[in-house]
């Protein structure tokens, strides 16, 4: 899926609206039909349970592993809440951008588009470098990824999905979850019959999910592979030294009270122990702006004792079948070759690590979920009757010109493109008198994989569409300053230009200017909106923070006589990436607007070179000057600054008496 297509855009739904499609997507039941052209996006009509089956878990005495018998009410299934912690874990329940909230379309939630490398410890080497052999194609709600790469950019042994079914993964959120709710029943599967089950293996209980969640993040191998690997990875066991060895569960303190703070390092906690957090610990979640309420009901126990224990023991896959000793599990160990509990000394490369080849295999158990109920119980919120819950309406849209008939509006998407949103907030086409145009500075970067030299567009990863504002969209970026950034300083400018499709003829070329205001993704303070008139550039400064509301606001009157008119506006003022700058519809009004005057300046040079005095004085001449003409008055004195050029005389010799 290309970012910023207008058309393609992602739904944000609410926390109601994922806890409603994950309730129903776990017993397989999302069975409904989207219509086509869902959400104004041109897509083709489907079921979510079209595209994605659901599948029959292994072991279940209820079903039957062909799927003949789907409707089966009582087939066992994923818990709810495992599911939830996946959405909470992956995305924070989001399946377009963090930008949009409930209700908002804008670009799908994607892992890692532009390939932007980390580092060992999970931090950003520099976010603004795009290496797309680096790319994640992780979409939406669950981050599936499996399929969702262009045909002949696959890895290997992935089969790519059809067009448009991953255009449903990517923009649908129902989709999305059937489409993770059948990866992690898989997952259950592969491991179920390699023998690793984990307690009873009765996937009703919440802790029994621990391998399929294992290997839903970083894979399993039914059979052993090329090294002898066979299972699942070291890198998600509870006894690798990337983990603290001292954790409590995941989101809970010491003394078993919620400690969301853990939110902000998850690095320090494997991935399976932080989906069974969240399930017992419902994400805080945006309902409208300015609402957050737990996003989903929790999973329970039958004492806060076995919730802490849903957390594994840290040794508990940890022996001598998978090369590991527990003695040295501990604060102060690591994963050098000695110093971790993998035991293992081989290892030929940074790449191909020791302590990559202690994989686990084998079942295990630490709860006993039957005979002592020791273990968690899913609640299931929305049963099959509940019908799709309802949209929020989150910033709406200005669909009235709110302007005078004459005005000519230059919208920021082309002429009769309907932009991607939901029909009861939709505007239509857009109607544009001109064109607006996005131009980012280019930096060249040297291919690691190639050693080619390759022209990237750095301020690209940092553009973003929103379905709200004037007509239903408009763009926004950050305010940013050369000096915030290592060299090239200007690779993160973004210049937005509208232009219109035509000359302005009335009223001697006169005009007045607005630029519409969204009410939000505009804080800038400074937003310098330069003006191509009939006598040069005109800078007019206004603030987008001050203007929030869904509004016009007017940049002033001009001549724009024989010009085409042309305003463009850069995020390069000084800001230091914290503030949005907002780019949505400008209009102009003709009109007859008395006091213009018929000559401006043109923007100072800082690049002009500068004079210490005036040039020397010329003698007066003889003769008389033109009695149009002004008598000049005497030479001033020297002076510290250079005298500014006019762009044309004011005065203009008579040639009659």
Known sequence: MARNDVRKQAFQPTPRQVEWAVDQAVVGELRFDRPANWKNTGMDGYSPNGLFPPVVLAGDPNGTLDNEDPDVTDRWHIPSQVMLGVTAQESNMWQATR???????????????????????????????????????????????????????????????????????????????????QILSHKWNDTYYAGMKINNGNPQWIENWFFALWAYNSGFYNTPDSGGHQGLGWTNNPAN?????????????????????????????????????????????????????????????????????????????????????????????????????????????????????????????????????????????????????????????????????????????????????????????????????LAYQPSDIVDSETGQTVTTYPGKIDTH??????????????????????????????????????????????????AHIPDHGAQTGAANYRIQTAFGTVTKQISQADNQSNKWVSLGSYRFTDTTPQVSLDNFNGGDGTKDIAFDALAFVPGDHDGLNAITFPEADPNAPTSTSWPPRTPRRSAPRPRSCPVRSPAPRARSRARPAVTASPCVPRTSR
């Open 99 to 181: 930008f949009a909230v409930p209700g908002v379309t804008a670009n799908s939630l994607i892992g890692n588009y532009y390939g932007t490398q980390y580092t060992s410890d999970g931090t950003q080497a520099d976010p603004w470098r795009i290496n797309f052999s680096e790319a994640d194609c992780g979409y939406g709600i669950t981050q599936a990824t499996d399929g969702m790469r262009l045909a002949g950019k696959t890895k290997p042994g992935e089969t790519v999905l059809p067009p448009t079914t991953q255009e449903a993964v990517a923009l649908d959120y129902a989709a999305n979850i059937a489409y993770g709710v």
């Open 241 to 437: 030294p990337l983990w603290k060895a001292n954790r409590t569960p995941f989101l809970e303190n010491a003394g078993g009270g919620d400690d969301y703070s853990h939110a902000a390092h998850p690095q320090d906690w494997p991935y399976e122990e932080k989906v069974l957090g969240w399930a017992a610990r419902p994400i805080s979640a945006m309902f409208a702006p300015g609402d957050f309420r737990p996003g989903y009901l929790s999973a329970w126990w039958n004492s806060n004792l076995q919730r802490t224990a849903v957390k594994p023991p840290i040794d508990l896959f940890c022996d001598s079948s998978n090369h590991c000793d527990p003695s040295r599990i501990g604060d102060s160990d690591s994963n050098d070759p000695g110093q971790g509990a993998c035991t293992l000394d081989s290892g030929d490369s940074d790449t191909n690590p020791h302590w990559l080849h202690c994989w686990w295999d084998k079942p295990a158990q630490w709860k006993d979920c039957d005979r002592l109920a020791e273990c968690g119980h899913q609640v299931h919120r929305f049963n099959t009757g509940y019908p799709e819950q309802a949209d929020a309406n989150s910033y709406p849209p200005r669909c009235s010109t709110g302007l005078p008939s004459n005005a000519l509006i230059v919208d920021d998407i082309p002429d009769g493109t309907t932009p991607a949103g939901s029909n009861s907030r939709g505007c239509g086409p857009a109607r544009s008198d001109g064109t607006f145009t």
């Open 465 to 514: 569409q929103i379905g709200a504002g004037y007509g239903n969209h408009f763009w926004f970026t950050h305010t940013r300053s050369a000096e915030s950034y290592p060299p090239p300083g200007d690779r993160m400018k973004v210049t937005g230009t509208w232009k219109l499709g035509r000359k302005i003829t009335e009223y001697g070329g006169q005009a007045e200017v607005f």
